[in-house]
């Protein structure tokens, strides 16, 4: 309900999870934001106010929001979601109009997404206006030639050269010396107050054309780093605008109507049209199509659909055409709930990033106090020109911004999940992306994972007059009647053999429990069982015995096909190991991450899986909490990953490091349970999941030494009286830019790598 239309939802009215560490129920559109003040408890109730703020694009503006709301009575939790420019604010005031007037007063000029109807408005389609541009190179060529002149004339502060340098910041640096202002005022140390504090203390000591260069780089800096943000947002953008808007639906006249696709209903029939892209989820109820999933699973080849297979939003149709049963509305869409993953997944501090923070927190009051004392200590006690310092603690001030430090982690991160993302791997934090590299072992479950989680006919060993074919199609004759998924996959092993012969017609048909069946094809009885069934016929002979035992052995099922006249034939069933396996797992062991699997299978058939698959520690009979166990006690000799279905192995996903979902595409609990989800069922993106894991640790260290290293450079020069405002403004801008370029190559990590 609203709150004196003000567009706040209170707290009874909301729906889904908070993202607020209270884990109270609010409105799904608060997901994904980024949690500040983890400690604050919620009351029972409360209201939640969104707003964009179309110029909040780095932690410089978080921490004047910070200050400026966070001591508002009524105001209970901020929450940020830089890339979407979104602020959360959870509170008990009657209306918002409070919220509003302190947001406005620091410049932030916010827009309420409740009162526009709960939807997202656009993100600016230039972040950057080309008017800003122009004006831009007007304030340039007035700095420069300020410069120009100066070095031509040795003079500092003639009317030309203050005529210059005052057109500079005026054409061109207004907006930048406004928020420095409102963070004066707001006792904010910010990038943006140094530079205020660095241009006037300039031109007070008459160094125009360098206060004119100096506010001239760094907005030219600003803008350039705005635009290269642009490109993690449309990363994530990408995600959410894959789905197309509008769906032909059959209607209750039996005519096809081209809806918005937001409005179509579980339940209502869809058609897609060759080359369209695929509204929503559902299943196929007619017509047939090969379908491009690379969109949601990461698969590089498409998939043929027909008649009661699933199909998702935003997957790309080819050639053919068919029609559709939806089976979930526009906001509930496996494309959305990946969307909301990612969203709230790059809102989450990573590890480096909560350090860099509480770094940043320290680290800039006390270069402030470093300058302050580096401009009154040499003259006061040395007689030291005051002029000299006064412009060397200038210097201090603009290197100090910790801004390469404190961007370049949460840009990192998004760059690596959004890679992700589109490789078919979801991954639901930084926590995850980072620590994935630490992983010391990673634990299987056998059925479903590292099995296809189906039987499928593996051996046919003839044992009387008819061959290997002639066997399988009077098995797959008599197990066509039958409903035991073993009989379903000799059916299916005879359909795919691609003989086209009917089945044979089966009179007589009997089901014999805990044994098999029988029935008569042309006048013969036949059987198919276990051996118990051929024990009870009496037909039991040294060699049955001696190939049921080296089946089994192989972890197999050992299914006889018997007639009146005696053994016919063996027909092996097994769960097969998919068909990547092995080398996944030899990729994983050149990372150094050791493998074990757990199963509740039998032992011999877990130890026959794991030689396949290349894992030498295979543990069988397994119950749910001997899983757990089995995590806990790996996790004495490091950090464990487990990898599941998502369904049955939910506990020790839980209980892992991380834990992986195997298919987890159209599967909710899959999605809800894992920290990583694999959208489809290759497991050659766990390596490659490690592999972005060690890129992105390798990229935020290199960010991070790199920053410190230079600052400290500057530093040192500074202190000697090398350095100048606009040399300090290259290392800070500068570093910035560089870390920012270095995080965004993370976007183009599994280019070329489609599996």
């Not at 929450?79 to 007063?105: K, M, P, Y």
């Not at 058609?271 to 690379?294: F, H």
């Not at 005051?386 to 801004?403: F, K, R, T």
Request: aromatic share 6%; glycine share 10%.
């Amino acid at each position: 309900m609203n709150a004196s239309g003000n567009g706040t939802e209170t707290r009874e009215a909301a729906q889904g999870k908070c993202s607020c560490s209270c884990r109270h129920e609010v409105e799904p559109e608060t997901e994904g934001t980024q949690v500040s003040q983890p400690d604050v408890v919620l009351p029972d109730t409360f209201r939640v106010a969104r707003f964009r703020i179309e110029h909040m694009d780095c932690p410089v503006e978080e921490r004047l929001i910070r200050n400026k709301l966070g001591n508002v009575p009524g105001i209970l939790k901020l929450e940020f979601n830089l890339l979407e420019r979104e602020l959360t604010v959870c509170h008990t005031l009657e209306d918002t109009s409070r919220i509003v007037a302190s947001l406005d007063a620091i410049g932030m000029n916010p827009s309420d997404l409740h009162g526009n109807g709960g939807q997202r408005p656009e993100l600016a389609t230039l972040s950057v206006p080309v008017a800003t541009w122009w004006l831009l190179g007007i304030s340039g060529a007035a700095a420069l030639g300020s410069e120009a002149a100066a070095w031509a004339t040795g003079v500092e502060s003639s009317p030309l050269i203050i005529g210059l340098a005052l057109a500079s910041i005026a054409c061109g640096s207004l907006p930048t010396l406004k928020k420095g202002w409102i963070a004066l005022k707001s006792l904010t140390l910010n990038i943006s107050f140094l530079m205020l504090v660095a241009t006037t203390g300039a031109i007070a000591i008459g160094q125009w054309p360098e206060a004119a260069v100096v506010i001239w780089l760094f907005t030219l800096a600003e803008k350039i780093e705005a635009l290269s943000l642009d490109r993690a947002r449309n990363a994530i953008r990408r995600l959410m605008t894959v789905a197309p808007e509008t769906a032909a639906v059959l209607d209750d006249n039996g005519e096809w109507q081209e809806v918005a696709a937001r409005t179509v209903m579980p339940g209502q029939t869809v058609r897609v049209r060759p080359g369209e892209r695929i509204p929503l989820d559902g299943v196929v109820a007619s017509g047939w199509s090969s379908v491009d999933q690379s969109s949601i699973t990461g698969e590089s080849m498409p998939v043929d659909k027909a008649a009661g297979d699933g199909v998702f939003a935003g997957t790309l149709n080819g050639n053919g055409s068919f029609d559709f049963r939806v089976t979930g509305d526009y906001e509930h869409t496996t494309l959305s709930r990946i969307v909301s993953a990612v969203q709230k997944a790059q809102s989450e501090r990573a590890p480096t990033q909560r350090f860099v923070d509480t770094f940043a927190r320290y680290y800039t009051p006390s270069v402030v106090v470093a300058a302050m004392l580096v401009a009154l200590l040499p003259p006061l006690f040395l007689g030291a020109e005051w002029h000299a310092w006064i412009y060397n603690a200038l210097v201090m001030l603009v290197i100090s911004c910790p801004c390469a430090l404190v961007i370049s982690t949460p840009v990192t991160v998004v760059s690596g999940l959004a890679a992700a993302a589109h490789h078919g791997i979801l991954i639901k934090g930084g926590a995850y992306l980072e620590s994935g590299r630490k992983l010391t072992f990673l634990a299987f479950d056998k059925t479903g994972t590292l099995t296809a989680g189906k039987p499928a006919v593996t051996d046919i060993v003839p044992l009387g007059a008819l061959d290997g074919g002639e066997a399988l199609y009077l098995a797959a004759s008599l197990d066509a009647h039958a409903s035991h998924p073993v009989a379903w996959s000799i059916v299916g092993r005879w359909k795919d053999s691609g003989q086209g012969r009917a089945l044979l017609p089966v009179t007589g048909f009997r089901n014999l429990p805990g044994h098999g069946v029988s029935g008569e094809i042309n006048g013969q009885c036949y059987y198919i069982g276990n051996q118990r069934l051929v024990e009870q016929l009496g037909l039991q002979t040294p060699l049955l015995e001696r190939e049921v035992q080296r089946l089994e052995l192989q972890g197999k099922t050992a299914v006889i096909l018997a007639g009146s006249s005696g053994l016919l034939a063996v027909i092996a069933v097994a769960d097969t190991l998919r068909g990547h396996a092995r080398q996944a797992i030899d990729e994983l062991k050149s990372l150094g991450v050791k493998t074990v699997m757990l199963s509740g299978d039998n032992l011999r058939t877990a130890r026959a899986i794991g030689q396949g698959a290349g894992i030498e520690d295979a543990r069988g009979n397994l119950l749910p909490e001997e899983k757990l166990d089995a995590i806990a006690e790996l996790q004495r000799s490091g950090p464990v990953g487990m990898v599941g279905d998502g369904i049955n192995d939910a506990p020790a996903l839980a209980k892992a490091d991380i834990g992986f979902a195997m298919g987890a595409a159209g599967t909710d609990s899959a999605l809800e349970t894992a920290d990583v989800a694999l959208m489809d069922d290759d497991l050659r993106k766990l390596p490659d999941f490690i592999r972005l894991s060690h890129r992105t640790g390798r990229l935020l260290a290199q960010n991070i030494i790199f920053a410190l290293t230079t600052k400290a450079v500057f530093f040192g020069l500074t202190l000697v009286g090398d350095a100048t405002l606009w040399m300090a403004v290259f290392a800070d801008m500068g570093v910035s830019l560089l870390v920012v370029f270095n995080s965004l190559r993370l976007l183009g990590f599994f280019n070329g790598k489609a599996r």
